[in-house]
């Protein structure tokens, strides 16, 4: 059974940084788009980055120049290093593994800035 398990999130200050992981198992890591979302109560899921299968990135806006994703093939591992938070960034966030049709989701890490 597939699983994705997210963990650094946590509590930090405006300006700080945290670094995300998601350790992937039972699935083909290396051919997968990893993906990093975030919800807040009330609001649709949002696309924070991504990582193709070949390392190509993308990124909202919003977290541009502040937040990095990058994979581990061979630790089948996938991160989100944020720097710079804002209250803005206070969020669930997801990992989410896509390969066609084939589309997995982790637990969820909270990660709240508060001043």
């Known amino acids: 059974q597939v699983q994705l398990v997210e963990s650094g999130g946590g509590l930090v200050q405006p300006g700080g940084s945290l670094r995300l992981s998601c350790a992937a198992s039972?699935?083909?890591?290396?051919?997968?788009?990893m993906n990093w979302y975030r919800q807040v109560p009330g609001k649709p899921r949002e696309l924070v980055a991504s990582?193709?299968?070949?390392?190509?990135?993308n990124y909202a806006e919003s977290v541009k120049g502040r937040f990095a994703i990058s994979r581990d093939n061979a630790k089948e591992t996938v991160y989100l290093q944020m720097n710079s938070l804002k209250s803005e960034d206070t969020a669930v966030y997801y990992c989410?593994?896509?390969?066609?049709?084939?589309?997995?989701w982790g637990q969820g890490t909270q990660v709240t800035v508060f001043s």
């Open positions: 990582i193709t299968s070949d390392s190509d990135t």
């Open positions: 039972e699935l083909t890591f290396r051919v997968y788009r």
């Open positions: 989410n593994a896509n390969l066609g049709l084939k589309n997995y």
